[in-house]
C-alpha cells in the first residue's frame, strides 16, 4: 500500500538520474551513485506535473543553476552508468480532493511496452468513464473489445490508484492524476516487465 499523502515536486530545474517502479529498486541506485559521490534523492512521480504517475525518481538539482554546473553533474552520471540522465524542468502536481476529480469521460491513447515481447508493443486506444463520485469506472480498451471495471482503492494528494476487476492488458493498480482536461495514465504491472502509460483527454 502507498501513503496517502506524497510530497509535491518544488518547481525548478532538475537533473533525472533513473526512474523506477519500487521504491527499493530507486534507493539501491542512489547508493551506488552516493557510493561514487554523485548525490541524488528518491521522489515520487506523483509530485511533479510533468511525470507520469507511480513511479519513483531519482533527482538531482544542478546546484549553482548554471550552465557548467549542470553539465559537470551530467557528465558524471553519464560515466558513471546513467547514460540516459538529462536535464528537465519540473513544477508541482495540482493537489486533488479524492476520486471525484477523475469523474468524467476520458478518450486517449495509452502506450504499451513490453521489452520481453515487443511485438506487443504499441498503441491501446481506451475510453475511460469515471462515476461522478470517482469510486467506480468502466475502462474500455476500443481495439479489442476488452472491458475491465476499475474500483478506487488507494489516493495520494495528487493521484488515485484503481483496483481492476479484470485484466486486460496486465493485472495491478491503475494510477490516474488528472489536471484540468487532461489524465495522465500509469499501469506497472506486478512481477512483469510491461509499463502502459499514456494521457487522455476529457471528452466534449
Not at 533527482?59 to 540522465?85: C, F, I, M, Q, W
Not at 511496452?113 to 469515471?130: F, I, K, M, W
Not at 482503492?153 to 487532461?182: I, N
Request: proline fraction near 6%; include cysteine.
Amino acid at each position: 500500500m502507498r501513503e496517502g499523502s506524497v510530497d509535491s515536486i518544488e518547481a525548478g530545474r532538475y537533473v533525472e538520474a533513473g526512474s523506477f517502479r519500487t521504491v527499493d529498486g530507486a534507493m539501491t541506485e542512489q547508493q551506488r551513485l552516493g557510493a561514487q559521490g554523485i548525490a541524488v534523492e528518491v521522489a515520487s512521480s506523483d509530485g511533479a506535473e510533468e511525470l507520469y504517475p507511480d513511479f519513483q525518481i531519482l533527482l538531482a538539482v544542478p546546484y549553482g543553476s548554471t550552465t557548467d554546473s549542470e553539465k559537470s553533474l551530467l557528465k558524471r552520471l553519464h560515466a558513471n552508468g546513467v547514460p540516459s540522465a538529462f536535464a528537465r524542468e519540473l513544477s508541482p502536481a495540482l493537489e486533488i480532493e479524492g476520486p471525484a476529480a477523475a469523474a468524467g469521460t476520458w478518450i486517449g491513447e495509452l502506450e504499451r511496452t513490453l521489452c520481453e515481447r515487443p511485438g506487443l508493443s504499441g498503441p491501446l486506444n481506451v475510453a475511460l468513464s469515471v462515476e461522478p463520485d470517482g469510486n467506480t469506472a468502466s475502462l474500455d480498451f476500443q481495439d479489442d473489445g476488452c472491458r475491465t471495471t476499475l474500483l478506487a482503492a488507494e489516493a495520494t494528494d495528487f493521484t488515485v490508484g484503481y483496483e481492476q476487476q479484470g485484466a486486460c492488458v496486465g493485472g495491478g493498480t491503475w494510477w490516474l492524476r488528472p489536471s484540468g482536461d487532461e489524465l495522465m495514465v500509469t499501469l506497472l504491472p506486478p512481477d512483469t516487465d510491461i509499463i502502459v502509460l499514456g494521457t487522455l483527454h476529457r471528452s466534449p
